[in-house]
């Protein structure tokens, strides 16, 4: 928008001034400038100039959510990140831009892009008080400017609660496909539309028993497979973020397995999948574009509704709400259930670091001080190996210690009860003292392998802890806010059978700020 004396509480045209230096920035995931984000939004790849677009939902003058932009950040490689001005601002101080999508047009199906193959649409939703429409915005120059569509809204369904819509090109039929959130109603509709303008409802999904008090952020994603039983090459997976009333408190994301045939989504599967096992990771939303060959990619919101106005790094570093680590995903078969995998993009390559540990042990202690690493950010994998097939014993743990308040954050596999988990209650900076909700333990079931193995990995970055399971069967995100730096972790062995060895792997990560 033009700036006018109008426009005042909107200024927000530029990109800000950004401190990344603050002992809680993660330096691996993406946080704002300042200011607060939530989901993230209009994630696609643009192939012409080899380079990725992140979209967030943005209130770039307060440490809350409000006021909602569509802020912007662009990279090569997922890890290292330039800011851009915010790309949408709301019309008026009664109109907010929520979440949505964005689309490359190559063949102008719109009819916006006369001269050019690589126009960009964002969809999204104008949010009042009173209502929800989707409307459109277009994009003459890769994404980085947007203009709003003159004759929006493109859905106007005359209800408040109708939001966060996600579009892809279904190649078979030949359209646009949307799905979007029938918030209150726990429906996801889909609409299809040749034009990205006149926009057709084709059906709703729902399915009984799902859980949540309010849908958001569906995605419809199809992954490649190799279903020896049905022959199938393909499946599609629809990802719904709930928010309140996931199964673990507050906002989370479910999925749930089936096919897409042009109009309807059939699922395949009685219950729903968690996303993640931990409390923060919401709304995730898959790039648009990617290569033919690349794996779907996601993003998360590293944060929780229950809590994420509250946290610690707004009044101590001027920003609130990070991202996950970008998450490359397959879909499997696990004993005849579908699960979506998940593990950093490129294994974080483009910010691994050195080596700082690479072991080989049974039961015992190996110990790693990482504070000479710069960023304070940590990449870790162990693989337990000649597990035996019944009677496993023993128990591998890690410590996330802080050397200078003996703060900790911690977890374990217990391979004897099957079960993981993780702990951030060892942390002061914000405890259930200041909110309730902000439970220190989640714990999991695991298996081990055929083969007798038990795999995980993780990355820990200053107040973000992901971890992956299974060669990323499972995940679990947490945000913690230490008072001090944690700077060396444990990993300890004990009760491990005779032949038991455990493969541990420690590296030093990148900040992906600094060029
Ligand atoms: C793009 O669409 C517009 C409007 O339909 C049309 O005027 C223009 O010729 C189209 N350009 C191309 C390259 O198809
Ligand atoms: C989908 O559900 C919404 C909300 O209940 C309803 O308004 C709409 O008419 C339904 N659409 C279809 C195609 O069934
Ligand atoms: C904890 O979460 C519940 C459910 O979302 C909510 O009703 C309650 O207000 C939350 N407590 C705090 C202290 O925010
Ligand atoms: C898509 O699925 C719906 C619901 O199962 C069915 O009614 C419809 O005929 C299917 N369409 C095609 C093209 O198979
Ligand atoms: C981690 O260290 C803390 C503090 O020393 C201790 O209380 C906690 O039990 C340890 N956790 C594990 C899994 O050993």
Redesign the pocket.
């Known amino acids: 928008m033009r700036l006018g004396l109008l426009a005042l509480p909107f200024l927000a045209a530029t990109v800000q001034a950004a401190d990344y230096s603050g002992p809680l920035r993660p330096q691996v995931q993406f946080s704002p400038p300042k200011g607060f984000m939530n989901d993230p939004n209009g994630m696609f790849y643009d192939a012409k100039r080899s380079i990725y677009h992140y979209y967030y939902q943005y209130n770039p003058s307060e440490l809350v959510a409000g006021n909602q932009h569509w802020g912007h950040a662009t990279s090569p490689d997922l890890y290292h990140w330039t800011n851009h001005p915010p790309a949408l601002e709301p019309d008026n101080e009664d109109t907010f831009i929520f979440s949505g999508s964005a689309i490359i047009d190559s063949e102008n199906t719109s009819g916006f892009f006369p001269d050019q193959d690589d126009g960009v649409v964002a969809i999204y939703t104008a949010h009042s008080s009173t209502k929800e429409t989707q409307h459109i915005a277009y994009s003459t120059d890769g994404g980085y400017t947007f203009t709003k569509y003159a004759n929006n809204p493109v859905i106007d369904s005359h209800t408040d609660n109708f939001r966060d819509p996600k579009v892809i090109w279904h190649a078979e039929s030949q359209k646009w496909v949307m799905v979007i959130a029938w918030a209150h109603a726990l429906k996801i509709g889909i609409f299809t539309s040749p034009n990205l303008k006149d926009w057709t409802p084709t059906s709703n999904y729902t399915q009984e028993g799902l859980p949540g008090v309010q849908f958001e952020c569906p995605n419809l994603v199809t992954f490649p497979v190799d279903d020896a039983d049905s022959g199938e090459t393909t499946k599609d997976v629809l990802a719904i973020s709930v928010n309140p009333g996931a199964p673990l408190g507050g906002s989370g994301t479910f999925y749930v397995v089936g096919q897409f045939n042009g109009t309807h989504f059939n699922s395949e599967v009685k219950e729903e999948t968690l996303f993640d096992f931990a409390r923060d990771n919401y709304a995730a939303q898959w790039f648009y574009g990617l290569p033919e060959d690349s794996k779907p990619v996601s993003i998360g919101w590293a944060s929780n509704w229950d809590y994420t106005n509250e946290v610690p790094s707004g009044d101590r570093e001027g920003w609130r709400g990070s991202a996950t680590v970008p998450r490359e995903q397959t879909l499997i078969n696990v004993d005849g259930a579908w699960r979506v995998t998940q593990t950093p993009f490129q294994g974080l390559s483009p910010v691994k670091g050195d080596k700082l540990e690479k072991k080989t042990f049974n039961n015992g202690d190996v110990s790693v001080d990482f504070s000479s690493v710069e960023s304070n950010a940590v990449y870790f994998d162990v693989t337990i190996k000649n597990l035996p097939s019944s009677d496993v014993t023993g128990e591998l ?3 996330f ?1 802080s050397s200078a308040s ?1 703060e ?1 954050l ?3 596999v217990e391979l004897n009860s099957g079960s993981f988990w993780i ?1 951030r209650a ?1 942390t002061h900076l914000f405890t259930t003292a200041d909110n309730d909700n902000f439970t220190g333990q989640f714990d999991t079931s695991i298996s081990v392998s055929e083969s007798g193995q038990f795999t995980f990995s993780g990355v820990i970055d200053r107040s973000v802890f992901e971890v992956f399971l299974e060669e990323g069967k499972q995940s679990g995100t947490m945000s913690f806010f230490p008072t001090k730096p944690l700077d060396k972790v ?1 990993f ?1 062995a004990t009760g491990l059978g005779e032949d038991v060895t455990v493969d541990l792997g420690v590296w030093g990560l990148k900040s992906g700020w600094s060029s």
Do not use: E, K
């Open positions: 743990s890690f410590n210690t003996g900790y911690d977890g374990a702990n060892g444990t300890a």
